[in-house]
């Protein structure tokens, strides 16, 4: 399996500024070169079946996010007794 990392382009006008939680704008024209940059290197018909079916696609065999969500354990639900050695 292969995983691609993808960082956003550098927002526009982000001197000095945490942006880190803050919706900022970036430069179209670097937007634009990212997506097709990962438009040539990922698989069309593997972006196709992950966007036709985000939580049960599972990438490279692996577990699909749907499986995820069901093990999450809501916070609160689990009694701290239970962690016991």
């Known amino acids: 399996m292969e995983i691609?990392?993808?960082?956003?382009?550098?927002p526009l006008r982000?001197?000095?500024?945490?942006?880190?939680?803050s919706e900022v704008a970036v430069d179209p024209d670097a937007l634009a070169a990212v997506v097709a940059s990962v438009r040539?290197?990922?698989?069309?018909?593997?972006?196709?079946?992950?966007?036709?079916?985000?939580?049960?696609?599972?990438?490279?065999?692996g577990h699909g996010r749907g499986l995820e969500l069901a093990r999450d354990?809501?916070?609160?639900?689990?009694?701290r007794s239970d962690f016991r050695p």
């Not at 982000?14 to 880190?20: D, T, V």
């Open 14 to 21: 982000s001197e000095g500024l945490c942006y880190g939680r």
């Open 4 to 10: 691609y990392l993808i960082r956003h382009p550098r």
């Open 40 to 61: 040539s290197r990922v698989p069309r018909e593997e972006l196709d079946a992950w966007a036709s079916d985000v939580r049960a696609y599972r990438a490279g065999g």
């Open 73 to 79: 354990v809501p916070f609160g639900s689990v009694h």
